[in-house]
């Protein structure tokens, strides 16, 4: 009893050891662990993520929602902490593999940039993404390492690919060379959370073509501001 009593006071914790996949380790040993039970899990923790936020959700109402008991989840997660980051990382992962492979220098600057925009959604795959991130920075006073672990398997990747787009068509003599590509970064990423913190609808199917429209004139090189 004593050690499970010690695992379950790190319930709240703000900090780990910094595991990076999004599965926990399988036992020494015994029986094989169902990877459907911990798909269960990880998909009810995203859920109350996103409805109750990080304080208020517990691990009994997880395991309500997944039909487990609390040793199961324990056996997986030493904490309420290591379960939501795992949770998140799971969610980014599904984001990224959705994603279907592209080869931007094969297309056209304005279509290359156009593409890049499109996956600064943070909506894509994930329809709950924004209240993810509104939880995240309200928890930043609390457990600072939640949104510490959002920008750096959320946000940076998405930017970093766009910000490789916009230097790979410098590079073409598309883009011109005094462009502020960290500015535009900015600009494109914060335009979905502008749009859906004035509307609060879900993202328009025309949203990044209109981004587009609008920075590409300011940054192409003359003879590639086109439409398409």
């Known amino acids: 009893m004593a ?37 269960a899990i990880i998909q009810a923790t995203r859920k109350r993520l996103a409805t109750d936020g990080y304080s208020s959700m517990t691990i009994g109402d997880i395991v309500a929602d997944a039909g487990v008991t609390r040793p199961t989840l324990y056996r997986r997660w030493a904490n309420k902490y290591d379960l939501v980051i795992d949770a998140l990382e799971y969610g980014l992962r599904k984001q990224r593999e959705a994603y279907p492979p592209l080869d931007m220098e094969q297309l056209h600057p304005r279509e290359a940039l156009l593409e890049a925009v499109r996956r600064l959604d943070p909506r894509f795959h994930n329809e709950r ?69 004035r509307t609060g609808r879900e993202v328009p199917d025309d949203f990044a073509e209109r981004v587009v429209a609008t920075v590409w004139p300011a940054i192409a090189v003359d003879g590639e501001v086109r439409p398409v």
């Open 3 to 39: 050690k499970t009593k010690a695992t379950r006071s790190g319930e709240g914790a703000g900090g780990r050891g910094g595991r990076s996949g999004a599965e926990p380790a399988a036992p020494a040993g015994g029986r094989p662990r169902d990877p459907a039970i911990e798909e």
């Open 129 to 197: 993404a924004m209240a993810l991130h509104g939880n995240f920075m309200a928890e930043v006073e609390r457990a600072p390492g939640l949104l510490e672990q959002l920008r750096e398997h959320g946000v940076r990747p998405r930017c970093e690919e766009l910000m490789m787009t916009l230097v790979s068509l410098q590079h073409r003599g598309a883009v011109r060379e005094d462009a502020d590509l960290d500015m535009i970064v900015t600009l494109c990423f914060g335009s979905y959370f502008a749009d859906y913190l």
